[in-house]
């Protein structure tokens, strides 16, 4: 990015943000004026989202999203660089295996949850101590059209998102008045993360939505940045679907 507006006052922990849907949040948040810390698991690639971000609006906290070390030390390092953490964005997340509940592996379905869901609460915790119970903002969780109905293969993962979507409506009750708590659901977005639901068939899978394509990561990053605003001061305990309209294809055909 080589030409930055004027900074907004605001700043924003988006977690799992080193590429992908998180990366696109960052760069929307980025682009309006926010400070913004990302983390992710790998340091390489977090200093390389720096770099294109921009290493005078962007610090990054490498570290897994349920290790709760982890989680301080991002909270933590947002409020050294920054003083402040008005927004939180809860991106990270996991789907290590396809198939049937019947047959998955109990460890791997802690894994997804713990992932998913504990970490999200884990972070919202920590923001809210740190800042927003004295001073507001807003959280917004990456949940999924998979927690909204269901989805062959990857149960599991919409069973955790689906927990998220609860998740979001009972912190937006309880961190009332104060912040504002929201989700969105993203269908199929183009990612590595997402890419066996796409790869090598592009075509015939966004044939299936109304809008005629998959996902970007601006998208979701466009829908984040609504819900951080003034424009969404009247919005808590919602879930935006943002799908292409592939949910108006429910029982046709």
């Known amino acids: 990015m080589t030409e930055l507006p004027e900074l907004s006052g605001k700043v924003a922990l988006v977690t799992g943000a080193s590429r992908g849907i998180?990366?696109?949040?960052?760069e929307a948040l980025v682009a309006r004026g926010d400070r913004?810390?990302?983390?992710?698991?790998?340091e390489d690639a977090l200093k390389e989202a720096?770099?294109?971000?921009?290493?005078?609006?962007?610090v990054a906290v490498a570290?897994?999203?349920?290790?709760?070390a982890h989680q301080a030390e991002a909270?933590?390092?947002?409020?050294?660089?920054?003083?402040?953490?008005?927004?939180?964005?809860n991106n990270a997340g996991t789907n290590p295996?396809?198939?049937?509940?019947?047959?998955?592996?109990?460890?791997?379905?802690?894994?997804?949850?713990?992932?998913?869901v504990i970490s999200a609460l884990g972070f919202a915790q920590k923001t809210w101590h740190a800042w927003q119970r004295d001073n507001g903002g807003a959280i917004v969780n990456i949940a999924s059209v998979a927690g909204l109905a269901p989805s062959p293969f990857i149960g599991a993962y919409g069973v955790s998102k689906a927990a998220m979507i609860n998740l979001t409506q009972q912190l937006?009750?309880?961190?009332?008045?104060?912040?504002?708590?929201?989700?969105?659901?993203?269908?199929?977005?183009?990612?590595?993360?997402?890419?066996?639901?796409?790869?090598?068939?592009?075509?015939?899978?966004?044939?299936?939505?109304?809008?005629?394509?998959?996902?970007v990561p601006s998208d979701i990053g466009g829908a984040a940045a609504f819900l951080t605003s003034v424009q969404s001061d009247w919005i808590t305990g919602q879930t935006l679907v943002v799908d292409g309209g592939i949910f108006l294809n429910a029982g046709v055909g």
């Open 97 to 116: 295996v396809f198939g049937p509940l019947a047959d998955l592996d109990l460890a791997v379905a802690r894994k997804v949850f713990e992932t998913n």
């Open 172 to 215: 937006a009750h309880e961190f009332a008045p104060r912040v504002r708590v929201n989700a969105i659901a993203p269908a199929v977005v183009k990612t590595r993360f997402a890419k066996s639901l796409y790869e090598g068939r592009e075509a015939e899978a966004a044939a299936a939505y109304p809008l005629g394509r998959l996902g």
């Open 36 to 42: 913004v810390c990302i983390t992710g698991r790998g």
């Open 75 to 89: 909270v933590e390092r947002t409020m050294e660089a920054f003083g402040r953490v008005d927004f939180l964005v």
């Open 50 to 58: 720096v770099e294109r971000l921009g290493s005078d609006r962007v």
């Open 22 to 26: 998180g990366y696109g949040v960052a």
């Open 63 to 68: 570290g897994k999203a349920h290790d709760l």
